[in-house]
């Protein structure tokens, strides 16, 4: 085994006995060596978005409505699916890792790309059709117009998806998460250049943020992947194989109940923004809700890195056969994610009124954001705890189950509370949000904090040790 690999394996597993205290600040350094750098990581990636949709947002309301429904909609509807089927390496390179079952990690890897590559083909047309789709689900003409011309210039970055999930979900089951983070931090400066150069310089307009996006999610994959081939995983990473195109059958299981599960959850806010088209001056809406939503996602990076961290934490444990291990470690990741939650959750009561002049400067959409502080308040803390639960359940293999959990939730519960509260009794945008959030997100919560304190660790950990132990 590597220098490097040794290093990584041992912030995994730790036999020496300890206290109590020492054990929570030995499962914390574990725990932050991964979540550390996904954060920064996230953060920076999602960063890229947020610099697009400012761009945009001061070339005008419509640009800024128009950017936001082909990004958050178009290409969140595939972004959710294909990262959630991406999810699948989490859980069986987590595992591999943890039981010593190197070889498999990159062979896995290259299933997902031959499986989220195919489901890229299936998903084209809803880029071809935007505009028809969109105008049909009831977005006004010039919003729609505008949005399908972007959408179209988006279907490099749609194929990126495919190849740089992937090699992010191998190189972090690894617990390379500084390599994550180091290229993020260069591909954000890029970005942002990239995007000036096309907006001040060339004068593209809203295309041009579009393209930046494209060359900017092809470089982070080009940069990773020439990490993983060159030299920086010598153990999991043996060259193309054939034995890839074996076993595929499996792993698309595990990957559409993956998808399936992410999904769900992720069209569940894309509904949000869509559902606001039929509220009075819908364009005001969209702008607001989306600037709260953006704001919204990026905090949420970082339970988001707390899904990946517990997620491996998780996975690595059980593949080496320590229920014990991974059930401490959902402790500390809950407490450590659900503090800062309340941090920013405080943070965006206090700048109620100021937050929004990041993304735009009109009157009428800052009251219209300011109106919303509260239920974005709310919305952080509960997703603080909700992600990590999640990460919980792709670590140990839950992901069919937990898919149940986010369709009843989420579509049985939360959208109908949503409609009758923002259309029928006539709340608008903040009784739509509420209905969601209170019916949807925290009954889902619920749920899956019930079947993680009901888990019966030991009988999953052995689950894992006999899924590889008949690999060679």
């Not at 990026?298 to 056969?321: K, Q, T």
């Not at 997100?441 to 888990?455: E, H, P």
Request: neutral net charge; contains cysteine; proline residues 3%.
């Amino acid at each position: 085994m590597s220098n490097t690999e040794e290093l990584n394996h041992g912030l995994l597993h730790d036999d020496k006995p300890s206290t109590d205290k020492s054990r929570f600040w030995i499962e914390s350094k574990k725990l932050w060596y991964i979540v550390g750098p996904s954060i920064f990581s996230r953060v920076a990636t999602f960063t890229m978005n947020v610099v697009t949709q400012a761009f945009a947002g001061h070339l005008g309301d419509v640009e800024l409505a128009a950017i936001t429904i082909s990004t958050s909609v178009i290409v969140g509807f595939n972004f959710g699916l294909l990262l959630g089927m991406a999810s699948a390496l989490e859980t069986l390179c987590g595992q591999a890792f943890g039981a010593k079952r190197y070889h498999m990690i990159g062979i896995y890897m290259q299933r997902s790309w031959i499986v989220l590559l195919v489901c890229c083909l299936i998903t084209l047309p809803l880029y071809i059709y935007a505009t028809p789709i969109l105008k049909l689900l009831g977005q006004p003409d010039d919003v729609a117009e505008l949005s399908g011309v972007a959408a179209m210039w988006l279907i490099p970055q749609h194929f990126s998806f495919a190849f740089l999930f992937p090699v992010q979900r191998f190189l972090q089951s690894q617990v390379k998460t500084p390599v994550l983070a180091w290229v993020s931090l260069a591909i954000l400066a890029i970005h942002i250049f990239i995007t000036w150069l096309f907006m001040n310089v060339f004068h593209f307009g809203i295309v041009g943020t579009v393209i930046a996006l494209d060359i900017s999610w092809w470089l982070n994959f080009v940069c990773l992947f020439s990490y993983t081939t060159l030299g920086g995983c010598p153990l999991t990473w043996n060259g193309f194989s054939m034995q890839a195109f074996s076993g595929l059958w499996e792993f698309v299981k595990l990957s559409a109940a993956s998808g399936v599960m992410l999904c769900l959850e992720n069209w569940y806010y894309r509904i949000l923004l869509l559902m606001t088209a039929f509220l009075d001056n819908a364009t005001i809406a969209v702008d607001a809700l989306s600037i709260c939503m953006n704001i919204n996602a990026w905090e949420m990076m970082i339970p988001l890195a707390f899904f990946a961290g517990i997620g491996v934490r998780v996975s690595n444990e059980l593949g080496a056969g320590n229920g014990k291990g991974a059930k401490y470690a959902t402790f500390v990741a809950i407490l450590h994610s659900t503090i800062i939650g309340l941090v920013f959750c405080v943070l965006i009561v206090a700048l109620h009124d100021k937050f929004a002049l990041i993304f735009t400067s009109s009157t009428v959409v800052l009251k219209a954001v300011e109106k919303m502080a509260w239920l974005l308040a709310f919305t952080i803390l509960l997703n603080s705890i909700q992600p990590v639960i999640s990460g919980v359940a792709v670590g140990s293999g839950w992901q069919s189950w937990v898919a149940y959990i986010n369709l009843g939730s989420y579509y049985v519960v939360g959208l109908p509370l949503g409609v009758v509260l923002g259309l029928v009794l006539h709340l608008g945008v903040e009784g739509i949000w509420g209905g969601m959030i209170f019916g949807g997100t925290a009954l889902q919560t619920i749920v899956l904090g019930i079947m993680t304190i009901r888990c019966d660790w030991e009988m999953e950990a052995q689950k894992a040790v006999l899924k590889y132990s008949n690999l060679k």
